[in-house]
Nanobody, 124 residues
Framework: QMQLVESGGGSVQAGGSLRLSCVASGTLFSSYAVGWFRQAPGKEREFVAAIPWSGGSTDYADSVKGRFTISRDNAKNTAYLQMNSLKPEDTAVYYC?????????????????WGQGTQVTVSS
């Protein structure tokens, strides 16, 4: 079993930045790919970014490319999402997920574990 805990959310003005963290415990974090997803009120959960277990090739949703950066530190059992140039449409609850295996994916159903989420609110 793995437990994931997100933190770092908050309220910022448009153009601001936040850095989300996802701390894992309970099993070997370095054996899992990590994805960040978000869910706005009344909308389905959507893919934001993903990173494989090695921290190599990353993947991003078109809506966040060039603004968000996903990274991980396996020694700290932690994944990060650096969010810059935030827009009001980035407002959502952000979740991290862990998927066993080397490759990352945009498909939420492939993730084995989820955190409880952290709220990000961007005002105009």
């Amino acid at each position: 079993q793995m437990q994931l805990v997100e933190s770092g959310g908050g309220s910022v003005q448009a153009g601001g930045s936040l850095r989300l963290s996802c701390v894992a415990s309970g099993t070997l974090f370095s054996s899992y790919a990590v994805g960040w997803f978000r869910q706005a009120p009344g909308k389905e959960r959507e893919f934001v970014a993903a990173i494989p277990w090695s921290g190599g090739s990353t993947d991003y949703a078109d809506s966040v490319k060039g603004r968000f950066t996903i990274s991980r530190d396996n020694a700290k059992n932690t994944a990060y999402l650096q969010m810059n140039s935030l827009k009001p449409e980035d407002t959502a609850v952000y979740y991290c997920g862990a998927k066993w295996g080397s490759s990352s994916t945009w498909a939420s159903y492939e993730y084995d574990y989820w955190g409880q989420g952290t709220q990000v609110t961007v005002s105009s």
